[in-house]
């Protein structure tokens, strides 16, 4: 089963609207973080925003927030002000609770390819 | 400026070819990371080194041998590849702390093509 859910495969904003990205986690860990990243097309990626799964209030990074909703295993990130730059695909990540051998390796989504227009 | 750097960005070998891609930190990070990306797949962990010891090996085929001399600097060295280990393949580091964020920092990756 997935850990990482992302259901929007592409996403079309209006450049200065806001835009919400969907992720879902599955986890039965307690302790776990989430984060998101953008990849240009360069291929570079680029760390967004951070949420501890014990962070009560939502994360917020500039124009980046996370819509973080515990019980419904979701964490979801909101582009405020979509500039054109803004177009590139964007990866929900989880890191679980460290455990045994594990080293709480980062667990990838899909990722959704947002496309800002002018 | 990244503070992770890879090189080469682009790399076209044949099959019967060794190369190494080379990542460099300059973070001050105690972990480091390759990961590869294919198309439309999510990003698949390959190999962790932590205080330059690995510690994790995720099934990688032994056409890809990972080195890491320092906690600066990290190698993948490719030998006899097939054409389906085209792909992107990006490095990261993280310092490990009690704090539970150790954010990974990638670098901006090595486009391999295997002909």
């Known amino acids: 089963a997935q850990k990482i859910t992302q259901t929007q495969p592409g996403m079309f904003v209006q450049e200065k609207e806001a835009v919400t990205l969907d992720c879902t986690y599955d986890?039965?860990?307690?302790?776990?973080?989430l984060f998101w990243y953008k990849q240009p097309s360069s291929g570079e990626m680029i760390f967004l925003i951070y949420q501890g799964s014990y962070d009560e209030q939502n994360a917020t990074e500039g124009r980046y927030s996370l819509n973080f909703q515990k019980a419904r295993k979701s964490a979801n990130l909101v582009i405020s002000a979509s500039q054109l730059g803004d177009s590139a695909m964007y990866f929900c990540a989880m890191r679980e609770g460290r455990g045994g051998g594990s080293q709480g390796n980062l667990i990838f989504g899909k990722g959704t390819k947002l496309s800002v227009k002018p | 400026e990244t503070g992770v750097t890879q090189t080469p960005r682009h790399l076209v070998m044949g099959m019967t070819n060794k190369k190494s891609l080379k990542c460099e930190q300059h973070l001050g990070h105690n972990a480091m990371y390759w990961y590869k990306q294919s198309a439309k797949k999510p990003l698949e962990l390959m190999f962790v080194?932590?205080?330059?010891?690995?510690?994790e090996n995720n099934s990688v085929p032994s056409r890809f041998s990972p080195e890491c001399p320092n906690s600066s600097h990290l190698f993948l060295h490719l030998h006899t590849l097939q054409p389906e280990d085209s792909a992107l393949y990006l490095c990261a580091s993280s310092q490990g702390d009690r704090d539970h964020q150790e954010t990974q920092y990638f670098g901006p990756g090595t486009r391999l093509l295997v002909l």
């Open positions: 986890t039965s860990d307690q302790s776990y973080g």
């Open positions: 080194y932590s205080l330059e010891e690995r510690v």
